[in-house]
């Protein structure tokens, strides 16, 4: 099992419409603002905590590619609502509330849909070893992933309008990124330093959804 150096799957999406998409987030959804880290091409990253999760809305200056969606769906929040209350933002982002325990969820549930479930069901069961709650319902420390079957983007674009990317946090990105492609997960993108902050790399999910594997030196201690 990818030994998780937070209890959690942070959720990234893109945008060019960084008001609005704030507002909707901090105002509608009412989740809060944590950090603001500027990832250079124009691009700021505004970290928002959803419990032990953050959504990292990574608002671009240029015009983003109007792509196919990802296979990233929708993301189910544990929240004080009294029922369950489906929501969309600006860039059309399903987003749904639901009373904190409901369906046993406590912070956040990702839908991931899949055109092979059996090839994802290894890659995320098998070789990132996320323990299974139920069939197709995956936990990664307090959040839950879950694998829904249907028509997906192959090899959806990275940086384009839309939940894009996820991420899981480790001690050792070198490593685990290593023991991923050796039990069969692909490359996104080699492990990098990014100063003295993290370092990261991608992986893809048997569709080519994107993977962030990451290192933070403020969760680790460490970046050796």
């Known amino acids: 099992m990818v030994d998780l150096a937070k209890p959690a799957i942070d959720v990234g999406l893109y945008t060019n419409r ?7 987030w ?13 990832l250079g091409g124009g691009v700021h ?17 240029e015009p983003l590619e109007d792509a196919p969606a990802s296979g990233i769906r929708k993301l189910t929040i544990a929240s004080d609502v009294p029922d369950i209350t489906e929501l969309k933002d600006s860039d059309g982002n399903e987003v749904a509330l639901v009373p904190t325990g409901h369906d046993g969820i406590e912070q956040i549930r990702v839908s991931l849909c899949v055109n092979d479930l059996p090839a994802n069901q290894r890659f995320w ?29 192959v090899d959806p674009i990275q940086r384009a309008r839309g939940y894009r990317y996820l991420t ?3 001690f050792d990105v070198k490593a685990t990124h290593a ?6 997960g692909r490359e996104g993108s080699a492990p990098v ?6 370092h990261i790399s991608f992986v893809r999910d048997p569709d080519g959804n994107w993977l962030e594997i990451s290192q933070r030196k403020s969760i680790t201690g460490s970046l050796d």
């Open 18 to 24: 960084r008001e609005a998409t704030l507002d909707f």
């Open 26 to 38: 901090q105002n509608t959804v009412g989740i809060s603002f944590s950090e603001l880290l500027k």
């Open 125 to 153: 069961g098998e070789v990132l070893g996320l323990p299974e709650l139920r069939e197709n319902l995956y936990g990664v420390g307090q959040s839950q992933l879950e694998l829904i079957a249907g028509k997906a983007t």
């Open 168 to 170: 899981i946090q480790v």
């Open 179 to 184: 023991k991923i492609l050796e039990k069969g």
């Open 45 to 61: 990253q505004l970290r928002h905590s959803i419990g032990d999760t953050v959504l990292k809305i990574n608002a671009a200056r």
């Open 193 to 198: 330093k990014l100063g003295d902050v993290a």
